[in-house]
C-alpha cells in the first residue's frame, strides 16, 4: 500500500479549518465537491489540417463513436466541415473537440486571418493532421500555431493506404521501413520549413493499436496540466494501456478521500461486526457510497455491464467473450451479486482483518485528526484498504479486455 499523500496538505489544512469552525457538519460534502471537480474542468482540442485528411475520423475515434452513431462528426471524402463544429465527448460535456474548416477552401483561404476565423484563443492545442504527403498548407499552418505560442501535436493519417501502397509495390516491404520513411519525410520538412523538431504520430483512426496511437494519447496526457490532464482521463474510454494506467493513478487519489467521507457519513449507523483475531471490533462506513464509487471504478475501466454490452456489439462479438477474458480475474468481476452486496461480504471477510495490520505510519503523519473524524482509524484503513485493492484488481481486469478487444480487431481484419 502506498502513502497517504493522495490528501494534499491544502486539502488537509481546508479540512482541518472546517472541523475547526463547523465541526463534521458540511464536510463529507465538501470533500465529495472536491472529488467532482474534474467535471467542471473546460478543456477545449482543435482537429486542424487541409481537407479530407480524416478529422472528422479522428474526432469519432477519440470519442468511442462510428460514422454511424448519435452524435458523431460526419466523415467524408471532400470538404465536409464548412464552419468550426463543437463535438462534445458523450461521458464529459466539458471536453469539446472542435473539427475546424480545411486550411485552403474558398470559404477559409489559407492567409492571416485562417486562425482568428476559427477561433484559436479559446483550443487548449491543436491537433495537425496531414495525410500521405507533407504539403506547404502544413507547414504554413504549423508555423502560425508556433507563432501563437499554442501547443500542437502533427499526426500522420492513413498510415494503413501508405502500408497497403508499399506492400503491393515493394519486394523488400516491412512496416518499420514504411514508418521511418514517412518520418523522414516530415522531419525534413519541419527543417525546411524552419519548425521546431516535435515528434511525429503515424495512426490509423479505425484502428487504436496500430503504430503510434497509443504513443500519442500518452504524450497530450503528460503535455496537460494536471487539473486537465485527470478531465481528459476521466473522461477517455480505457482505450489504451497508458491511459488505464492514468486512470488509476488518479481513482488511487480519489481512494483516501472516499474513505474518509464513508467513515465520516457512516457514523451512528448501525454497526457491521468484523471478526478479528477470535474476537470481534467495529466499524461504521457507508456502504451506499462506497458501492456508488466502486461503480464509478467500474465504468472507468470499462467494466460495467453497459460497456461490456457496447463493446460486444462495435466487435461483432458477444459480452461472454470478454467474460471468459476476465476468468481468474478480480472476485468482484467473477460475482454476480450486486456492488453493495459484494462490498457488504468483504467487508466482514479477511479484507477487513488485513486493513487493520497494515495500517501505515503515514495516516497519523497526512491524517493525525483520523479518529476525530471516522470514529477510529479502523474505520478509514478498511474503507481505505478495500478500495485501494479494488483499483488494482481492476486495472488487471480492463488490460485483460484490452488484450481481448485487441485479439478480436486482430481477427476481423485477418
Not at 249 to 265: D, E, H, N
Not at 370 to 377: F, S
Request: charged content about 25%; overall charge negative.
Amino acid at each position: 500500500m502506498d502513502t497517504f499523500e493522495d490528501i494534499s496538505q491544502d486539502e488537509i489544512d481546508e479540512i482541518r479549518r472546517h472541523v475547526d469552525e463547523h465541526g463534521l457538519s458540511g464536510l463529507p460534502g465538501i470533500v465529495q465537491d472536491k472529488m467532482k471537480d474534474w467535471r467542471n474542468v473546460p478543456l477545449s482540442i482543435a482537429v486542424v489540417g487541409e481537407a479530407a485528411v480524416g478529422k472528422s475520423s479522428f474526432i469519432n475515434s477519440i470519442r468511442g463513436l462510428t460514422a454511424d452513431d448519435e452524435g458523431s462528426a460526419a466523415v467524408g471524402t471532400g470538404d465536409t466541415t464548412q464552419e468550426p463544429t463543437m463535438y462534445r465527448h458523450p461521458y464529459n460535456e466539458k471536453l469539446v473537440f472542435w473539427d475546424l474548416p480545411g486550411v485552403g477552401t474558398p470559404r477559409f483561404p489559407q492567409d492571416e486571418w485562417y486562425l482568428g476565423r476559427v477561433g484559436y484563443s479559446k483550443y487548449d492545442f491543436f491537433l495537425l493532421l496531414s495525410d500521405d504527403r507533407f504539403t506547404s498548407k502544413d507547414i504554413w499552418l504549423a508555423r502560425e500555431i508556433e507563432s501563437l505560442k499554442k501547443d500542437y501535436f502533427f499526426i500522420r493519417t492513413k498510415i494503413d493506404d501508405a502500408m497497403e501502397s508499399a506492400e503491393n509495390s515493394e519486394r523488400d516491404f516491412s512496416e518499420g521501413k514504411v514508418l521511418e520513411r514517412i518520418k523522414k519525410n516530415c522531419y525534413d520538412n519541419f527543417k525546411a520549413g524552419q519548425l521546431a523538431q516535435r515528434a511525429v504520430y503515424c495512426i490509423d483512426c479505425y484502428d487504436k493499436f496500430k503504430w503510434d496511437y497509443t504513443e500519442l494519447m500518452e504524450d497530450i496526457l503528460v503535455s496537460l496540466p494536471e487539473l486537465k490532464r485527470n478531465a481528459l482521463v476521466l473522461s477517455l474510454s480505457p482505450l489504451t494501456k497508458g491511459v488505464i494506467k492514468s486512470k488509476t493513478m488518479i481513482l488511487k487519489t480519489r481512494a483516501t478521500k472516499m474513505a474518509l467521507v464513508s467513515g465520516i457519513q457512516g457514523a451512528g449507523t448501525s454497526l457491521i461486526p468484523i471478526p478479528l483475531l477470535g474476537g470481534a471490533i467495529s466499524v461504521s462506513l457507508d456502504i451506499a457510497l462506497l458501492a456508488a464509487e466502486v461503480t464509478f471504478y467500474l465504468k472507468q475501466y470499462g467494466l460495467d455491464d453497459e460497456s461490456l454490452q457496447e463493446l460486444s456489439s462495435r466487435t461483432n462479438t458477444t459480452v461472454e467473450y470478454y467474460r471468459d477474458a476476465l476468468k481468474g480475474g478480480s472476485a468482484i468481476m467473477a460475482s454476480r451479486q450486486s456492488v453493495k452486496t459484494y462490498l457488504m461480504n468483504a467487508i466482514k471477510s479477511e479484507a477487513a482483518e488485513q486493513a487493520l495490520k497494515r495500517i501505515p505510519i503515514e495516516m497519523c503523519r497526512f491524517i493525525p485528526f483520523v479518529n476525530a473524524l471516522v470514529g477510529g482509524a479502523a474505520n478509514f484503513a478498511t474503507a481505505y484498504y478495500m478500495l485501494y485493492q479494488m483499483i488494482d484488481d481492476l486495472e488487471k481486469d480492463a488490460m485483460k479486455v484490452l488484450d481481448a478487444l485487441i485479439q478480436a480487431t486482430s481477427s476481423e481484419v485477418d
